[in-house]
């Protein structure tokens, strides 16, 4: 069969599709007042496109073979969604927590909806990328921030594997300011829902073309840069959504030193990085940044304890008299 069309079809048209048709068709469903559940078969599509558009045109094949963490990525974006979720409807409650005191009005509820999600987007995307740079400075952060970046490869999914206490790090610092600022709960379904495409566009497996946006957008190649294993040279390209906050704080690096491969994703400290989702979670509790490498973090734990049954003692106490 001859792919050409397809290929081409989606080099050019993934990016506008994902960004601007489905972005578009959430604004949709939202600003004329349809329900909210329109949302989750909007990312169902938003995922299955991303697969698809994986299948066939491929930034690295090697990307699409399984790594062992499917199972634990579906469960990251299910926690990530509906931690997504639980953000947004406890806006109403700060909203009349903090009425006539905190939430004094500055957000412009007058302005039309898209002129209010275009100034969340661009304050969220300062707020998210500080936080972001901030993680990769502070160990505390880094522990937490490290699991988004123990992934061997990128696709579709992996936007959304993040340690569950970073995500609140991330919705309390970074977008629930603008919550008291006002801002109504359309804008932030809106808000959550165009953060959750950035997310899934900027770590899929897809050879899209940019063009001219290439440096503008914190996506394609300048994020494959942000995800390498080559010790600090990866300390940069922390956007989200654009590379202008990172043109600001000096670490916008718009190409690689040297060209980069589909093995060099990871922390190259922790080059067998836990799979599990549980493991992944303590994962934090066990890393410790900075003192080389940490190959086996559970498997070196569990050596560490004692022998659990009578018999064993016995067996090691027998070993330790020979
Ligand atoms: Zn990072």
Redesign the pocket.
């Known amino acids: 069969m001859n792919s050409g069309p397809l290929r081409t079809l989606v080099r050019y048209g993934y990016f506008p599709f994902m960004v601007l048709g489905l972005n578009g068709a959430a604004y949709y469903v939202v600003a004329y007042g349809h329900s909210y559940a329109w949302l989750a078969l909007l990312i169902g599509i938003l995922l299955a496109t991303a697969f698809a558009a994986e299948r066939i045109l491929p930034w690295y094949e090697e990307w699409n073979h399984s790594h062992g963490d499917e199972k634990t990525n579906i469960f990251h974006a299910i926690v990530y969604e509906a931690q997504n979720l639980n953000g947004i409807l406890t806006i109403p409650l700060v909203a009349w927590l903090t009425s006539g005191s905190l939430n004094a009005g500055i957000w412009p509820t007058d302005w039309p909806i898209l002129a209010q999600l275009i100034l969340a987007v661009v304050l969220a995307d300062f707020a998210l990328t500080y936080l972001?740079y901030l993680?990769?400075r502070f160990s505390f952060l880094w522990r937490l921030?490290a699991v988004?970046?123990g992934v061997a490869r990128l696709y579709g999914f992996n936007g959304l594997v993040r340690h569950p206490l970073h995500q609140i790090i991330d919705l309390v610092l970074g977008t629930a300011p603008l919550a008291l600022a006002g801002m109504p709960v359309e804008v932030a379904a809106l808000l959550g829902f165009v953060i959750t495409v950035q997310l899934v566009v900027q770590h899929s497996n897809v050879a899209y073309a940019l063009g001219p946006l290439r440096n503008h957008l914190a996506i394609g190649q300048i994020h494959h840069l942000?995800?390498v294993n080559w010790g600090k040279e990866?300390d940069c390209n922390?956007g989200l959504f654009f590379t202008i906050w990172d043109r600001m704080l000096g670490t916008f690096h718009p190409e690689p030193p040297r060209p980069i491969t589909a093995r060099d994703m990871g922390v190259d400290e922790v080059p067998d990085f836990p799979k599990r989702y549980m493991d992944q979670l303590a994962f934090p509790l066990h890393y410790k940044p900075g003192e080389g490498v940490q190959s086996g973090l559970k498997t070196k734990a569990e050596t560490q304890k004692p022998p659990q049954t009578a018999a064993a003692q016995a067996r090691a106490l027998h070993d330790a008299a020979e």
């Open positions: 972001h993680s990769h921030h988004h970046h942000h995800h990866g922390f």
